[in-house]
């Protein structure tokens, strides 16, 4: 299976938001409701932002949310803030046990 | 809360097996009754990609764009994970991240920092 598609930057003002898509077949993201989705600042490792396609762990801003229509899972960060800035990649369960990430999105906030 | 370090070579030669650990602290790998443990390589510049998962039972999940190399093993008196992969080329360079995954919620929850691992004569 192919990763999943992303589009390789977004960007937005302070204050504003953002919209970030992943899109996935029937195999995975149409198919199931386990897409999640991590920030990575430069550097760093990962943390998890979004699971169960719309769902926030404990300590993850309101600002971050997460839907799903068909086979595109979308991250939405509102009221966009500097510290917002970083590399974010979805992932998706798949048939067979399989697990594909997305290709990485740049965040800028300009 | 749980922490995890990865230790391991930095330089593999090409051809020959990477192999890396993960120190699991501040729990027991056999107490998360629904966390298995993975590994996750990222290439320099580039995206995420899953490598395989593992429950402490030994019951194990790969990519399959490299099962035919990789291995994922437990020993959970040392409380740790390890990862080979054999035959390695230059595509196999890049930072090898263990974590850990839901089994129910299917996701990522905690991640080391990373270690590098550079395949190169």
């Known amino acids: 299976q192919s990763a999943l598609t992303q589009p390789p930057s977004a960007s937005g003002s302070p204050g504003q938001s953002v919209t970030i898509s992943c899109t996935g077949t029937n195999s995975d993201i149409g198919t199931y409701n386990y897409v999640s989705w991590y920030q990575q600042p430069p550097g760093k490792a990962p943390k998890l932002m979004i699971y169960?396609?719309?769902k926030r762990p404990s300590g993850v801003p309101d600002r971050f949310s997460g839907s799903k229509s068909g086979n595109t899972a979308s991250l939405t960060v509102s009221g966009l803030q500097a510290e917002d800035e970083a590399d974010y990649y979805c992932m998706s369960y798949a048939d067979n046990n399989n697990l594909l990430f997305g290709g990485g999105t740049k965040l800028t906030v300009l | 809360q749980v922490q995890l370090q990865e230790s391991g070579p930095g330089l593999v030669k090409p051809s020959e097996t990477l192999s890396l650990t993960c120190t699991v602290s501040?729990?027991?790998?056999?107490?998360?009754?629904?966390?298995?443990w993975s590994w996750i390589r990222q290439s320099p510049g580039k995206g995420l990609e899953w490598v395989a998962n593992?429950?402490?039972?030994?019951?194990?999940y790969y990519n399959p764009s490299l099962k035919s190399r990789v291995t994922i093993s437990v020993d959970t008196s040392k409380n740790q994970f390890s990862l080979t992969l054999t035959s390695v080329t230059a595509t196999d360079t890049a930072v090898y991240f263990c974590?850990?995954?839901?089994?129910?919620?299917?996701?990522?929850?905690?991640w080391g920092q990373g270690s590098l691992v550079t395949v190169s004569s």
């Open positions: 593992i429950y402490y039972t030994g019951t194990s």
């Open positions: 974590a850990t995954y839901s089994g129910s919620r299917r996701n990522f929850d905690y």
């Open positions: 501040g729990d027991s790998i056999t107490n998360r009754d629904t966390f298995f």
């Open positions: 169960e396609d719309r």
